[in-house]
């Protein structure tokens, strides 16, 4: 389907990586798809490219604001979150990306559908994040769930437990 050999995801079961799919979009580099042999695709993961930033973070919100309003055309209204944890020593806004660094910091929207107007494309939640991997770079996570999705981690689950 993707065209390219599917990666088996190193200690994941089920879940595998690839750089293409058969819908590019060019702001993504690599995919992971949760993929149960009984149910198939049950999640996209789809891992931004890396994105230059000041402490700040403008080009990250930016980037974060302009893939929700995309995201929110499609599928609605989204419930976003964005904290700072209590206590956190990053709380000025030249420290935004050092505390999203720490994990002290959040920035990120849902969508879920509400009762009537499900998601399409047997859709259960859409969710984006944005994740930093130094003081001044980050990037995008952003991930589909699938309808059949808590079978697979009923799956996942099943076979962690096998092993032990």
Known sequence: MTGVELKPLENSVNLYTTS???????????FGLQISPKVGLCQIRAVGKSINTDSYGIALKSKFEELSNALTSIYGKADKSDYLLSGSLWKEPQDWVMALNKKERFLSAE??????????????????????????????????????????????????????
Not at 20 to 30: G, I, T, Y
Not at 124 to 142: E, W
């Open 20 to 30: 293409k799919l058969p819908k590019q979009n060019a702001d993504f580099e690599v």
């Open 111 to 164: 969508w879920k559908g509400e009762k009537g107007s499900p998601l399409k494309n047997n859709l259960s939640m859409v969710s984006l994040d944005v994740r930093a991997t130094g003081t001044d770079t980050g990037y995008l996570y952003l991930q589909y769930n699938f309808t059949n999705d808590s079978t697979c981690k009923e799956e996942v689950e099943g076979a962690k437990k096998s092993s032990l």
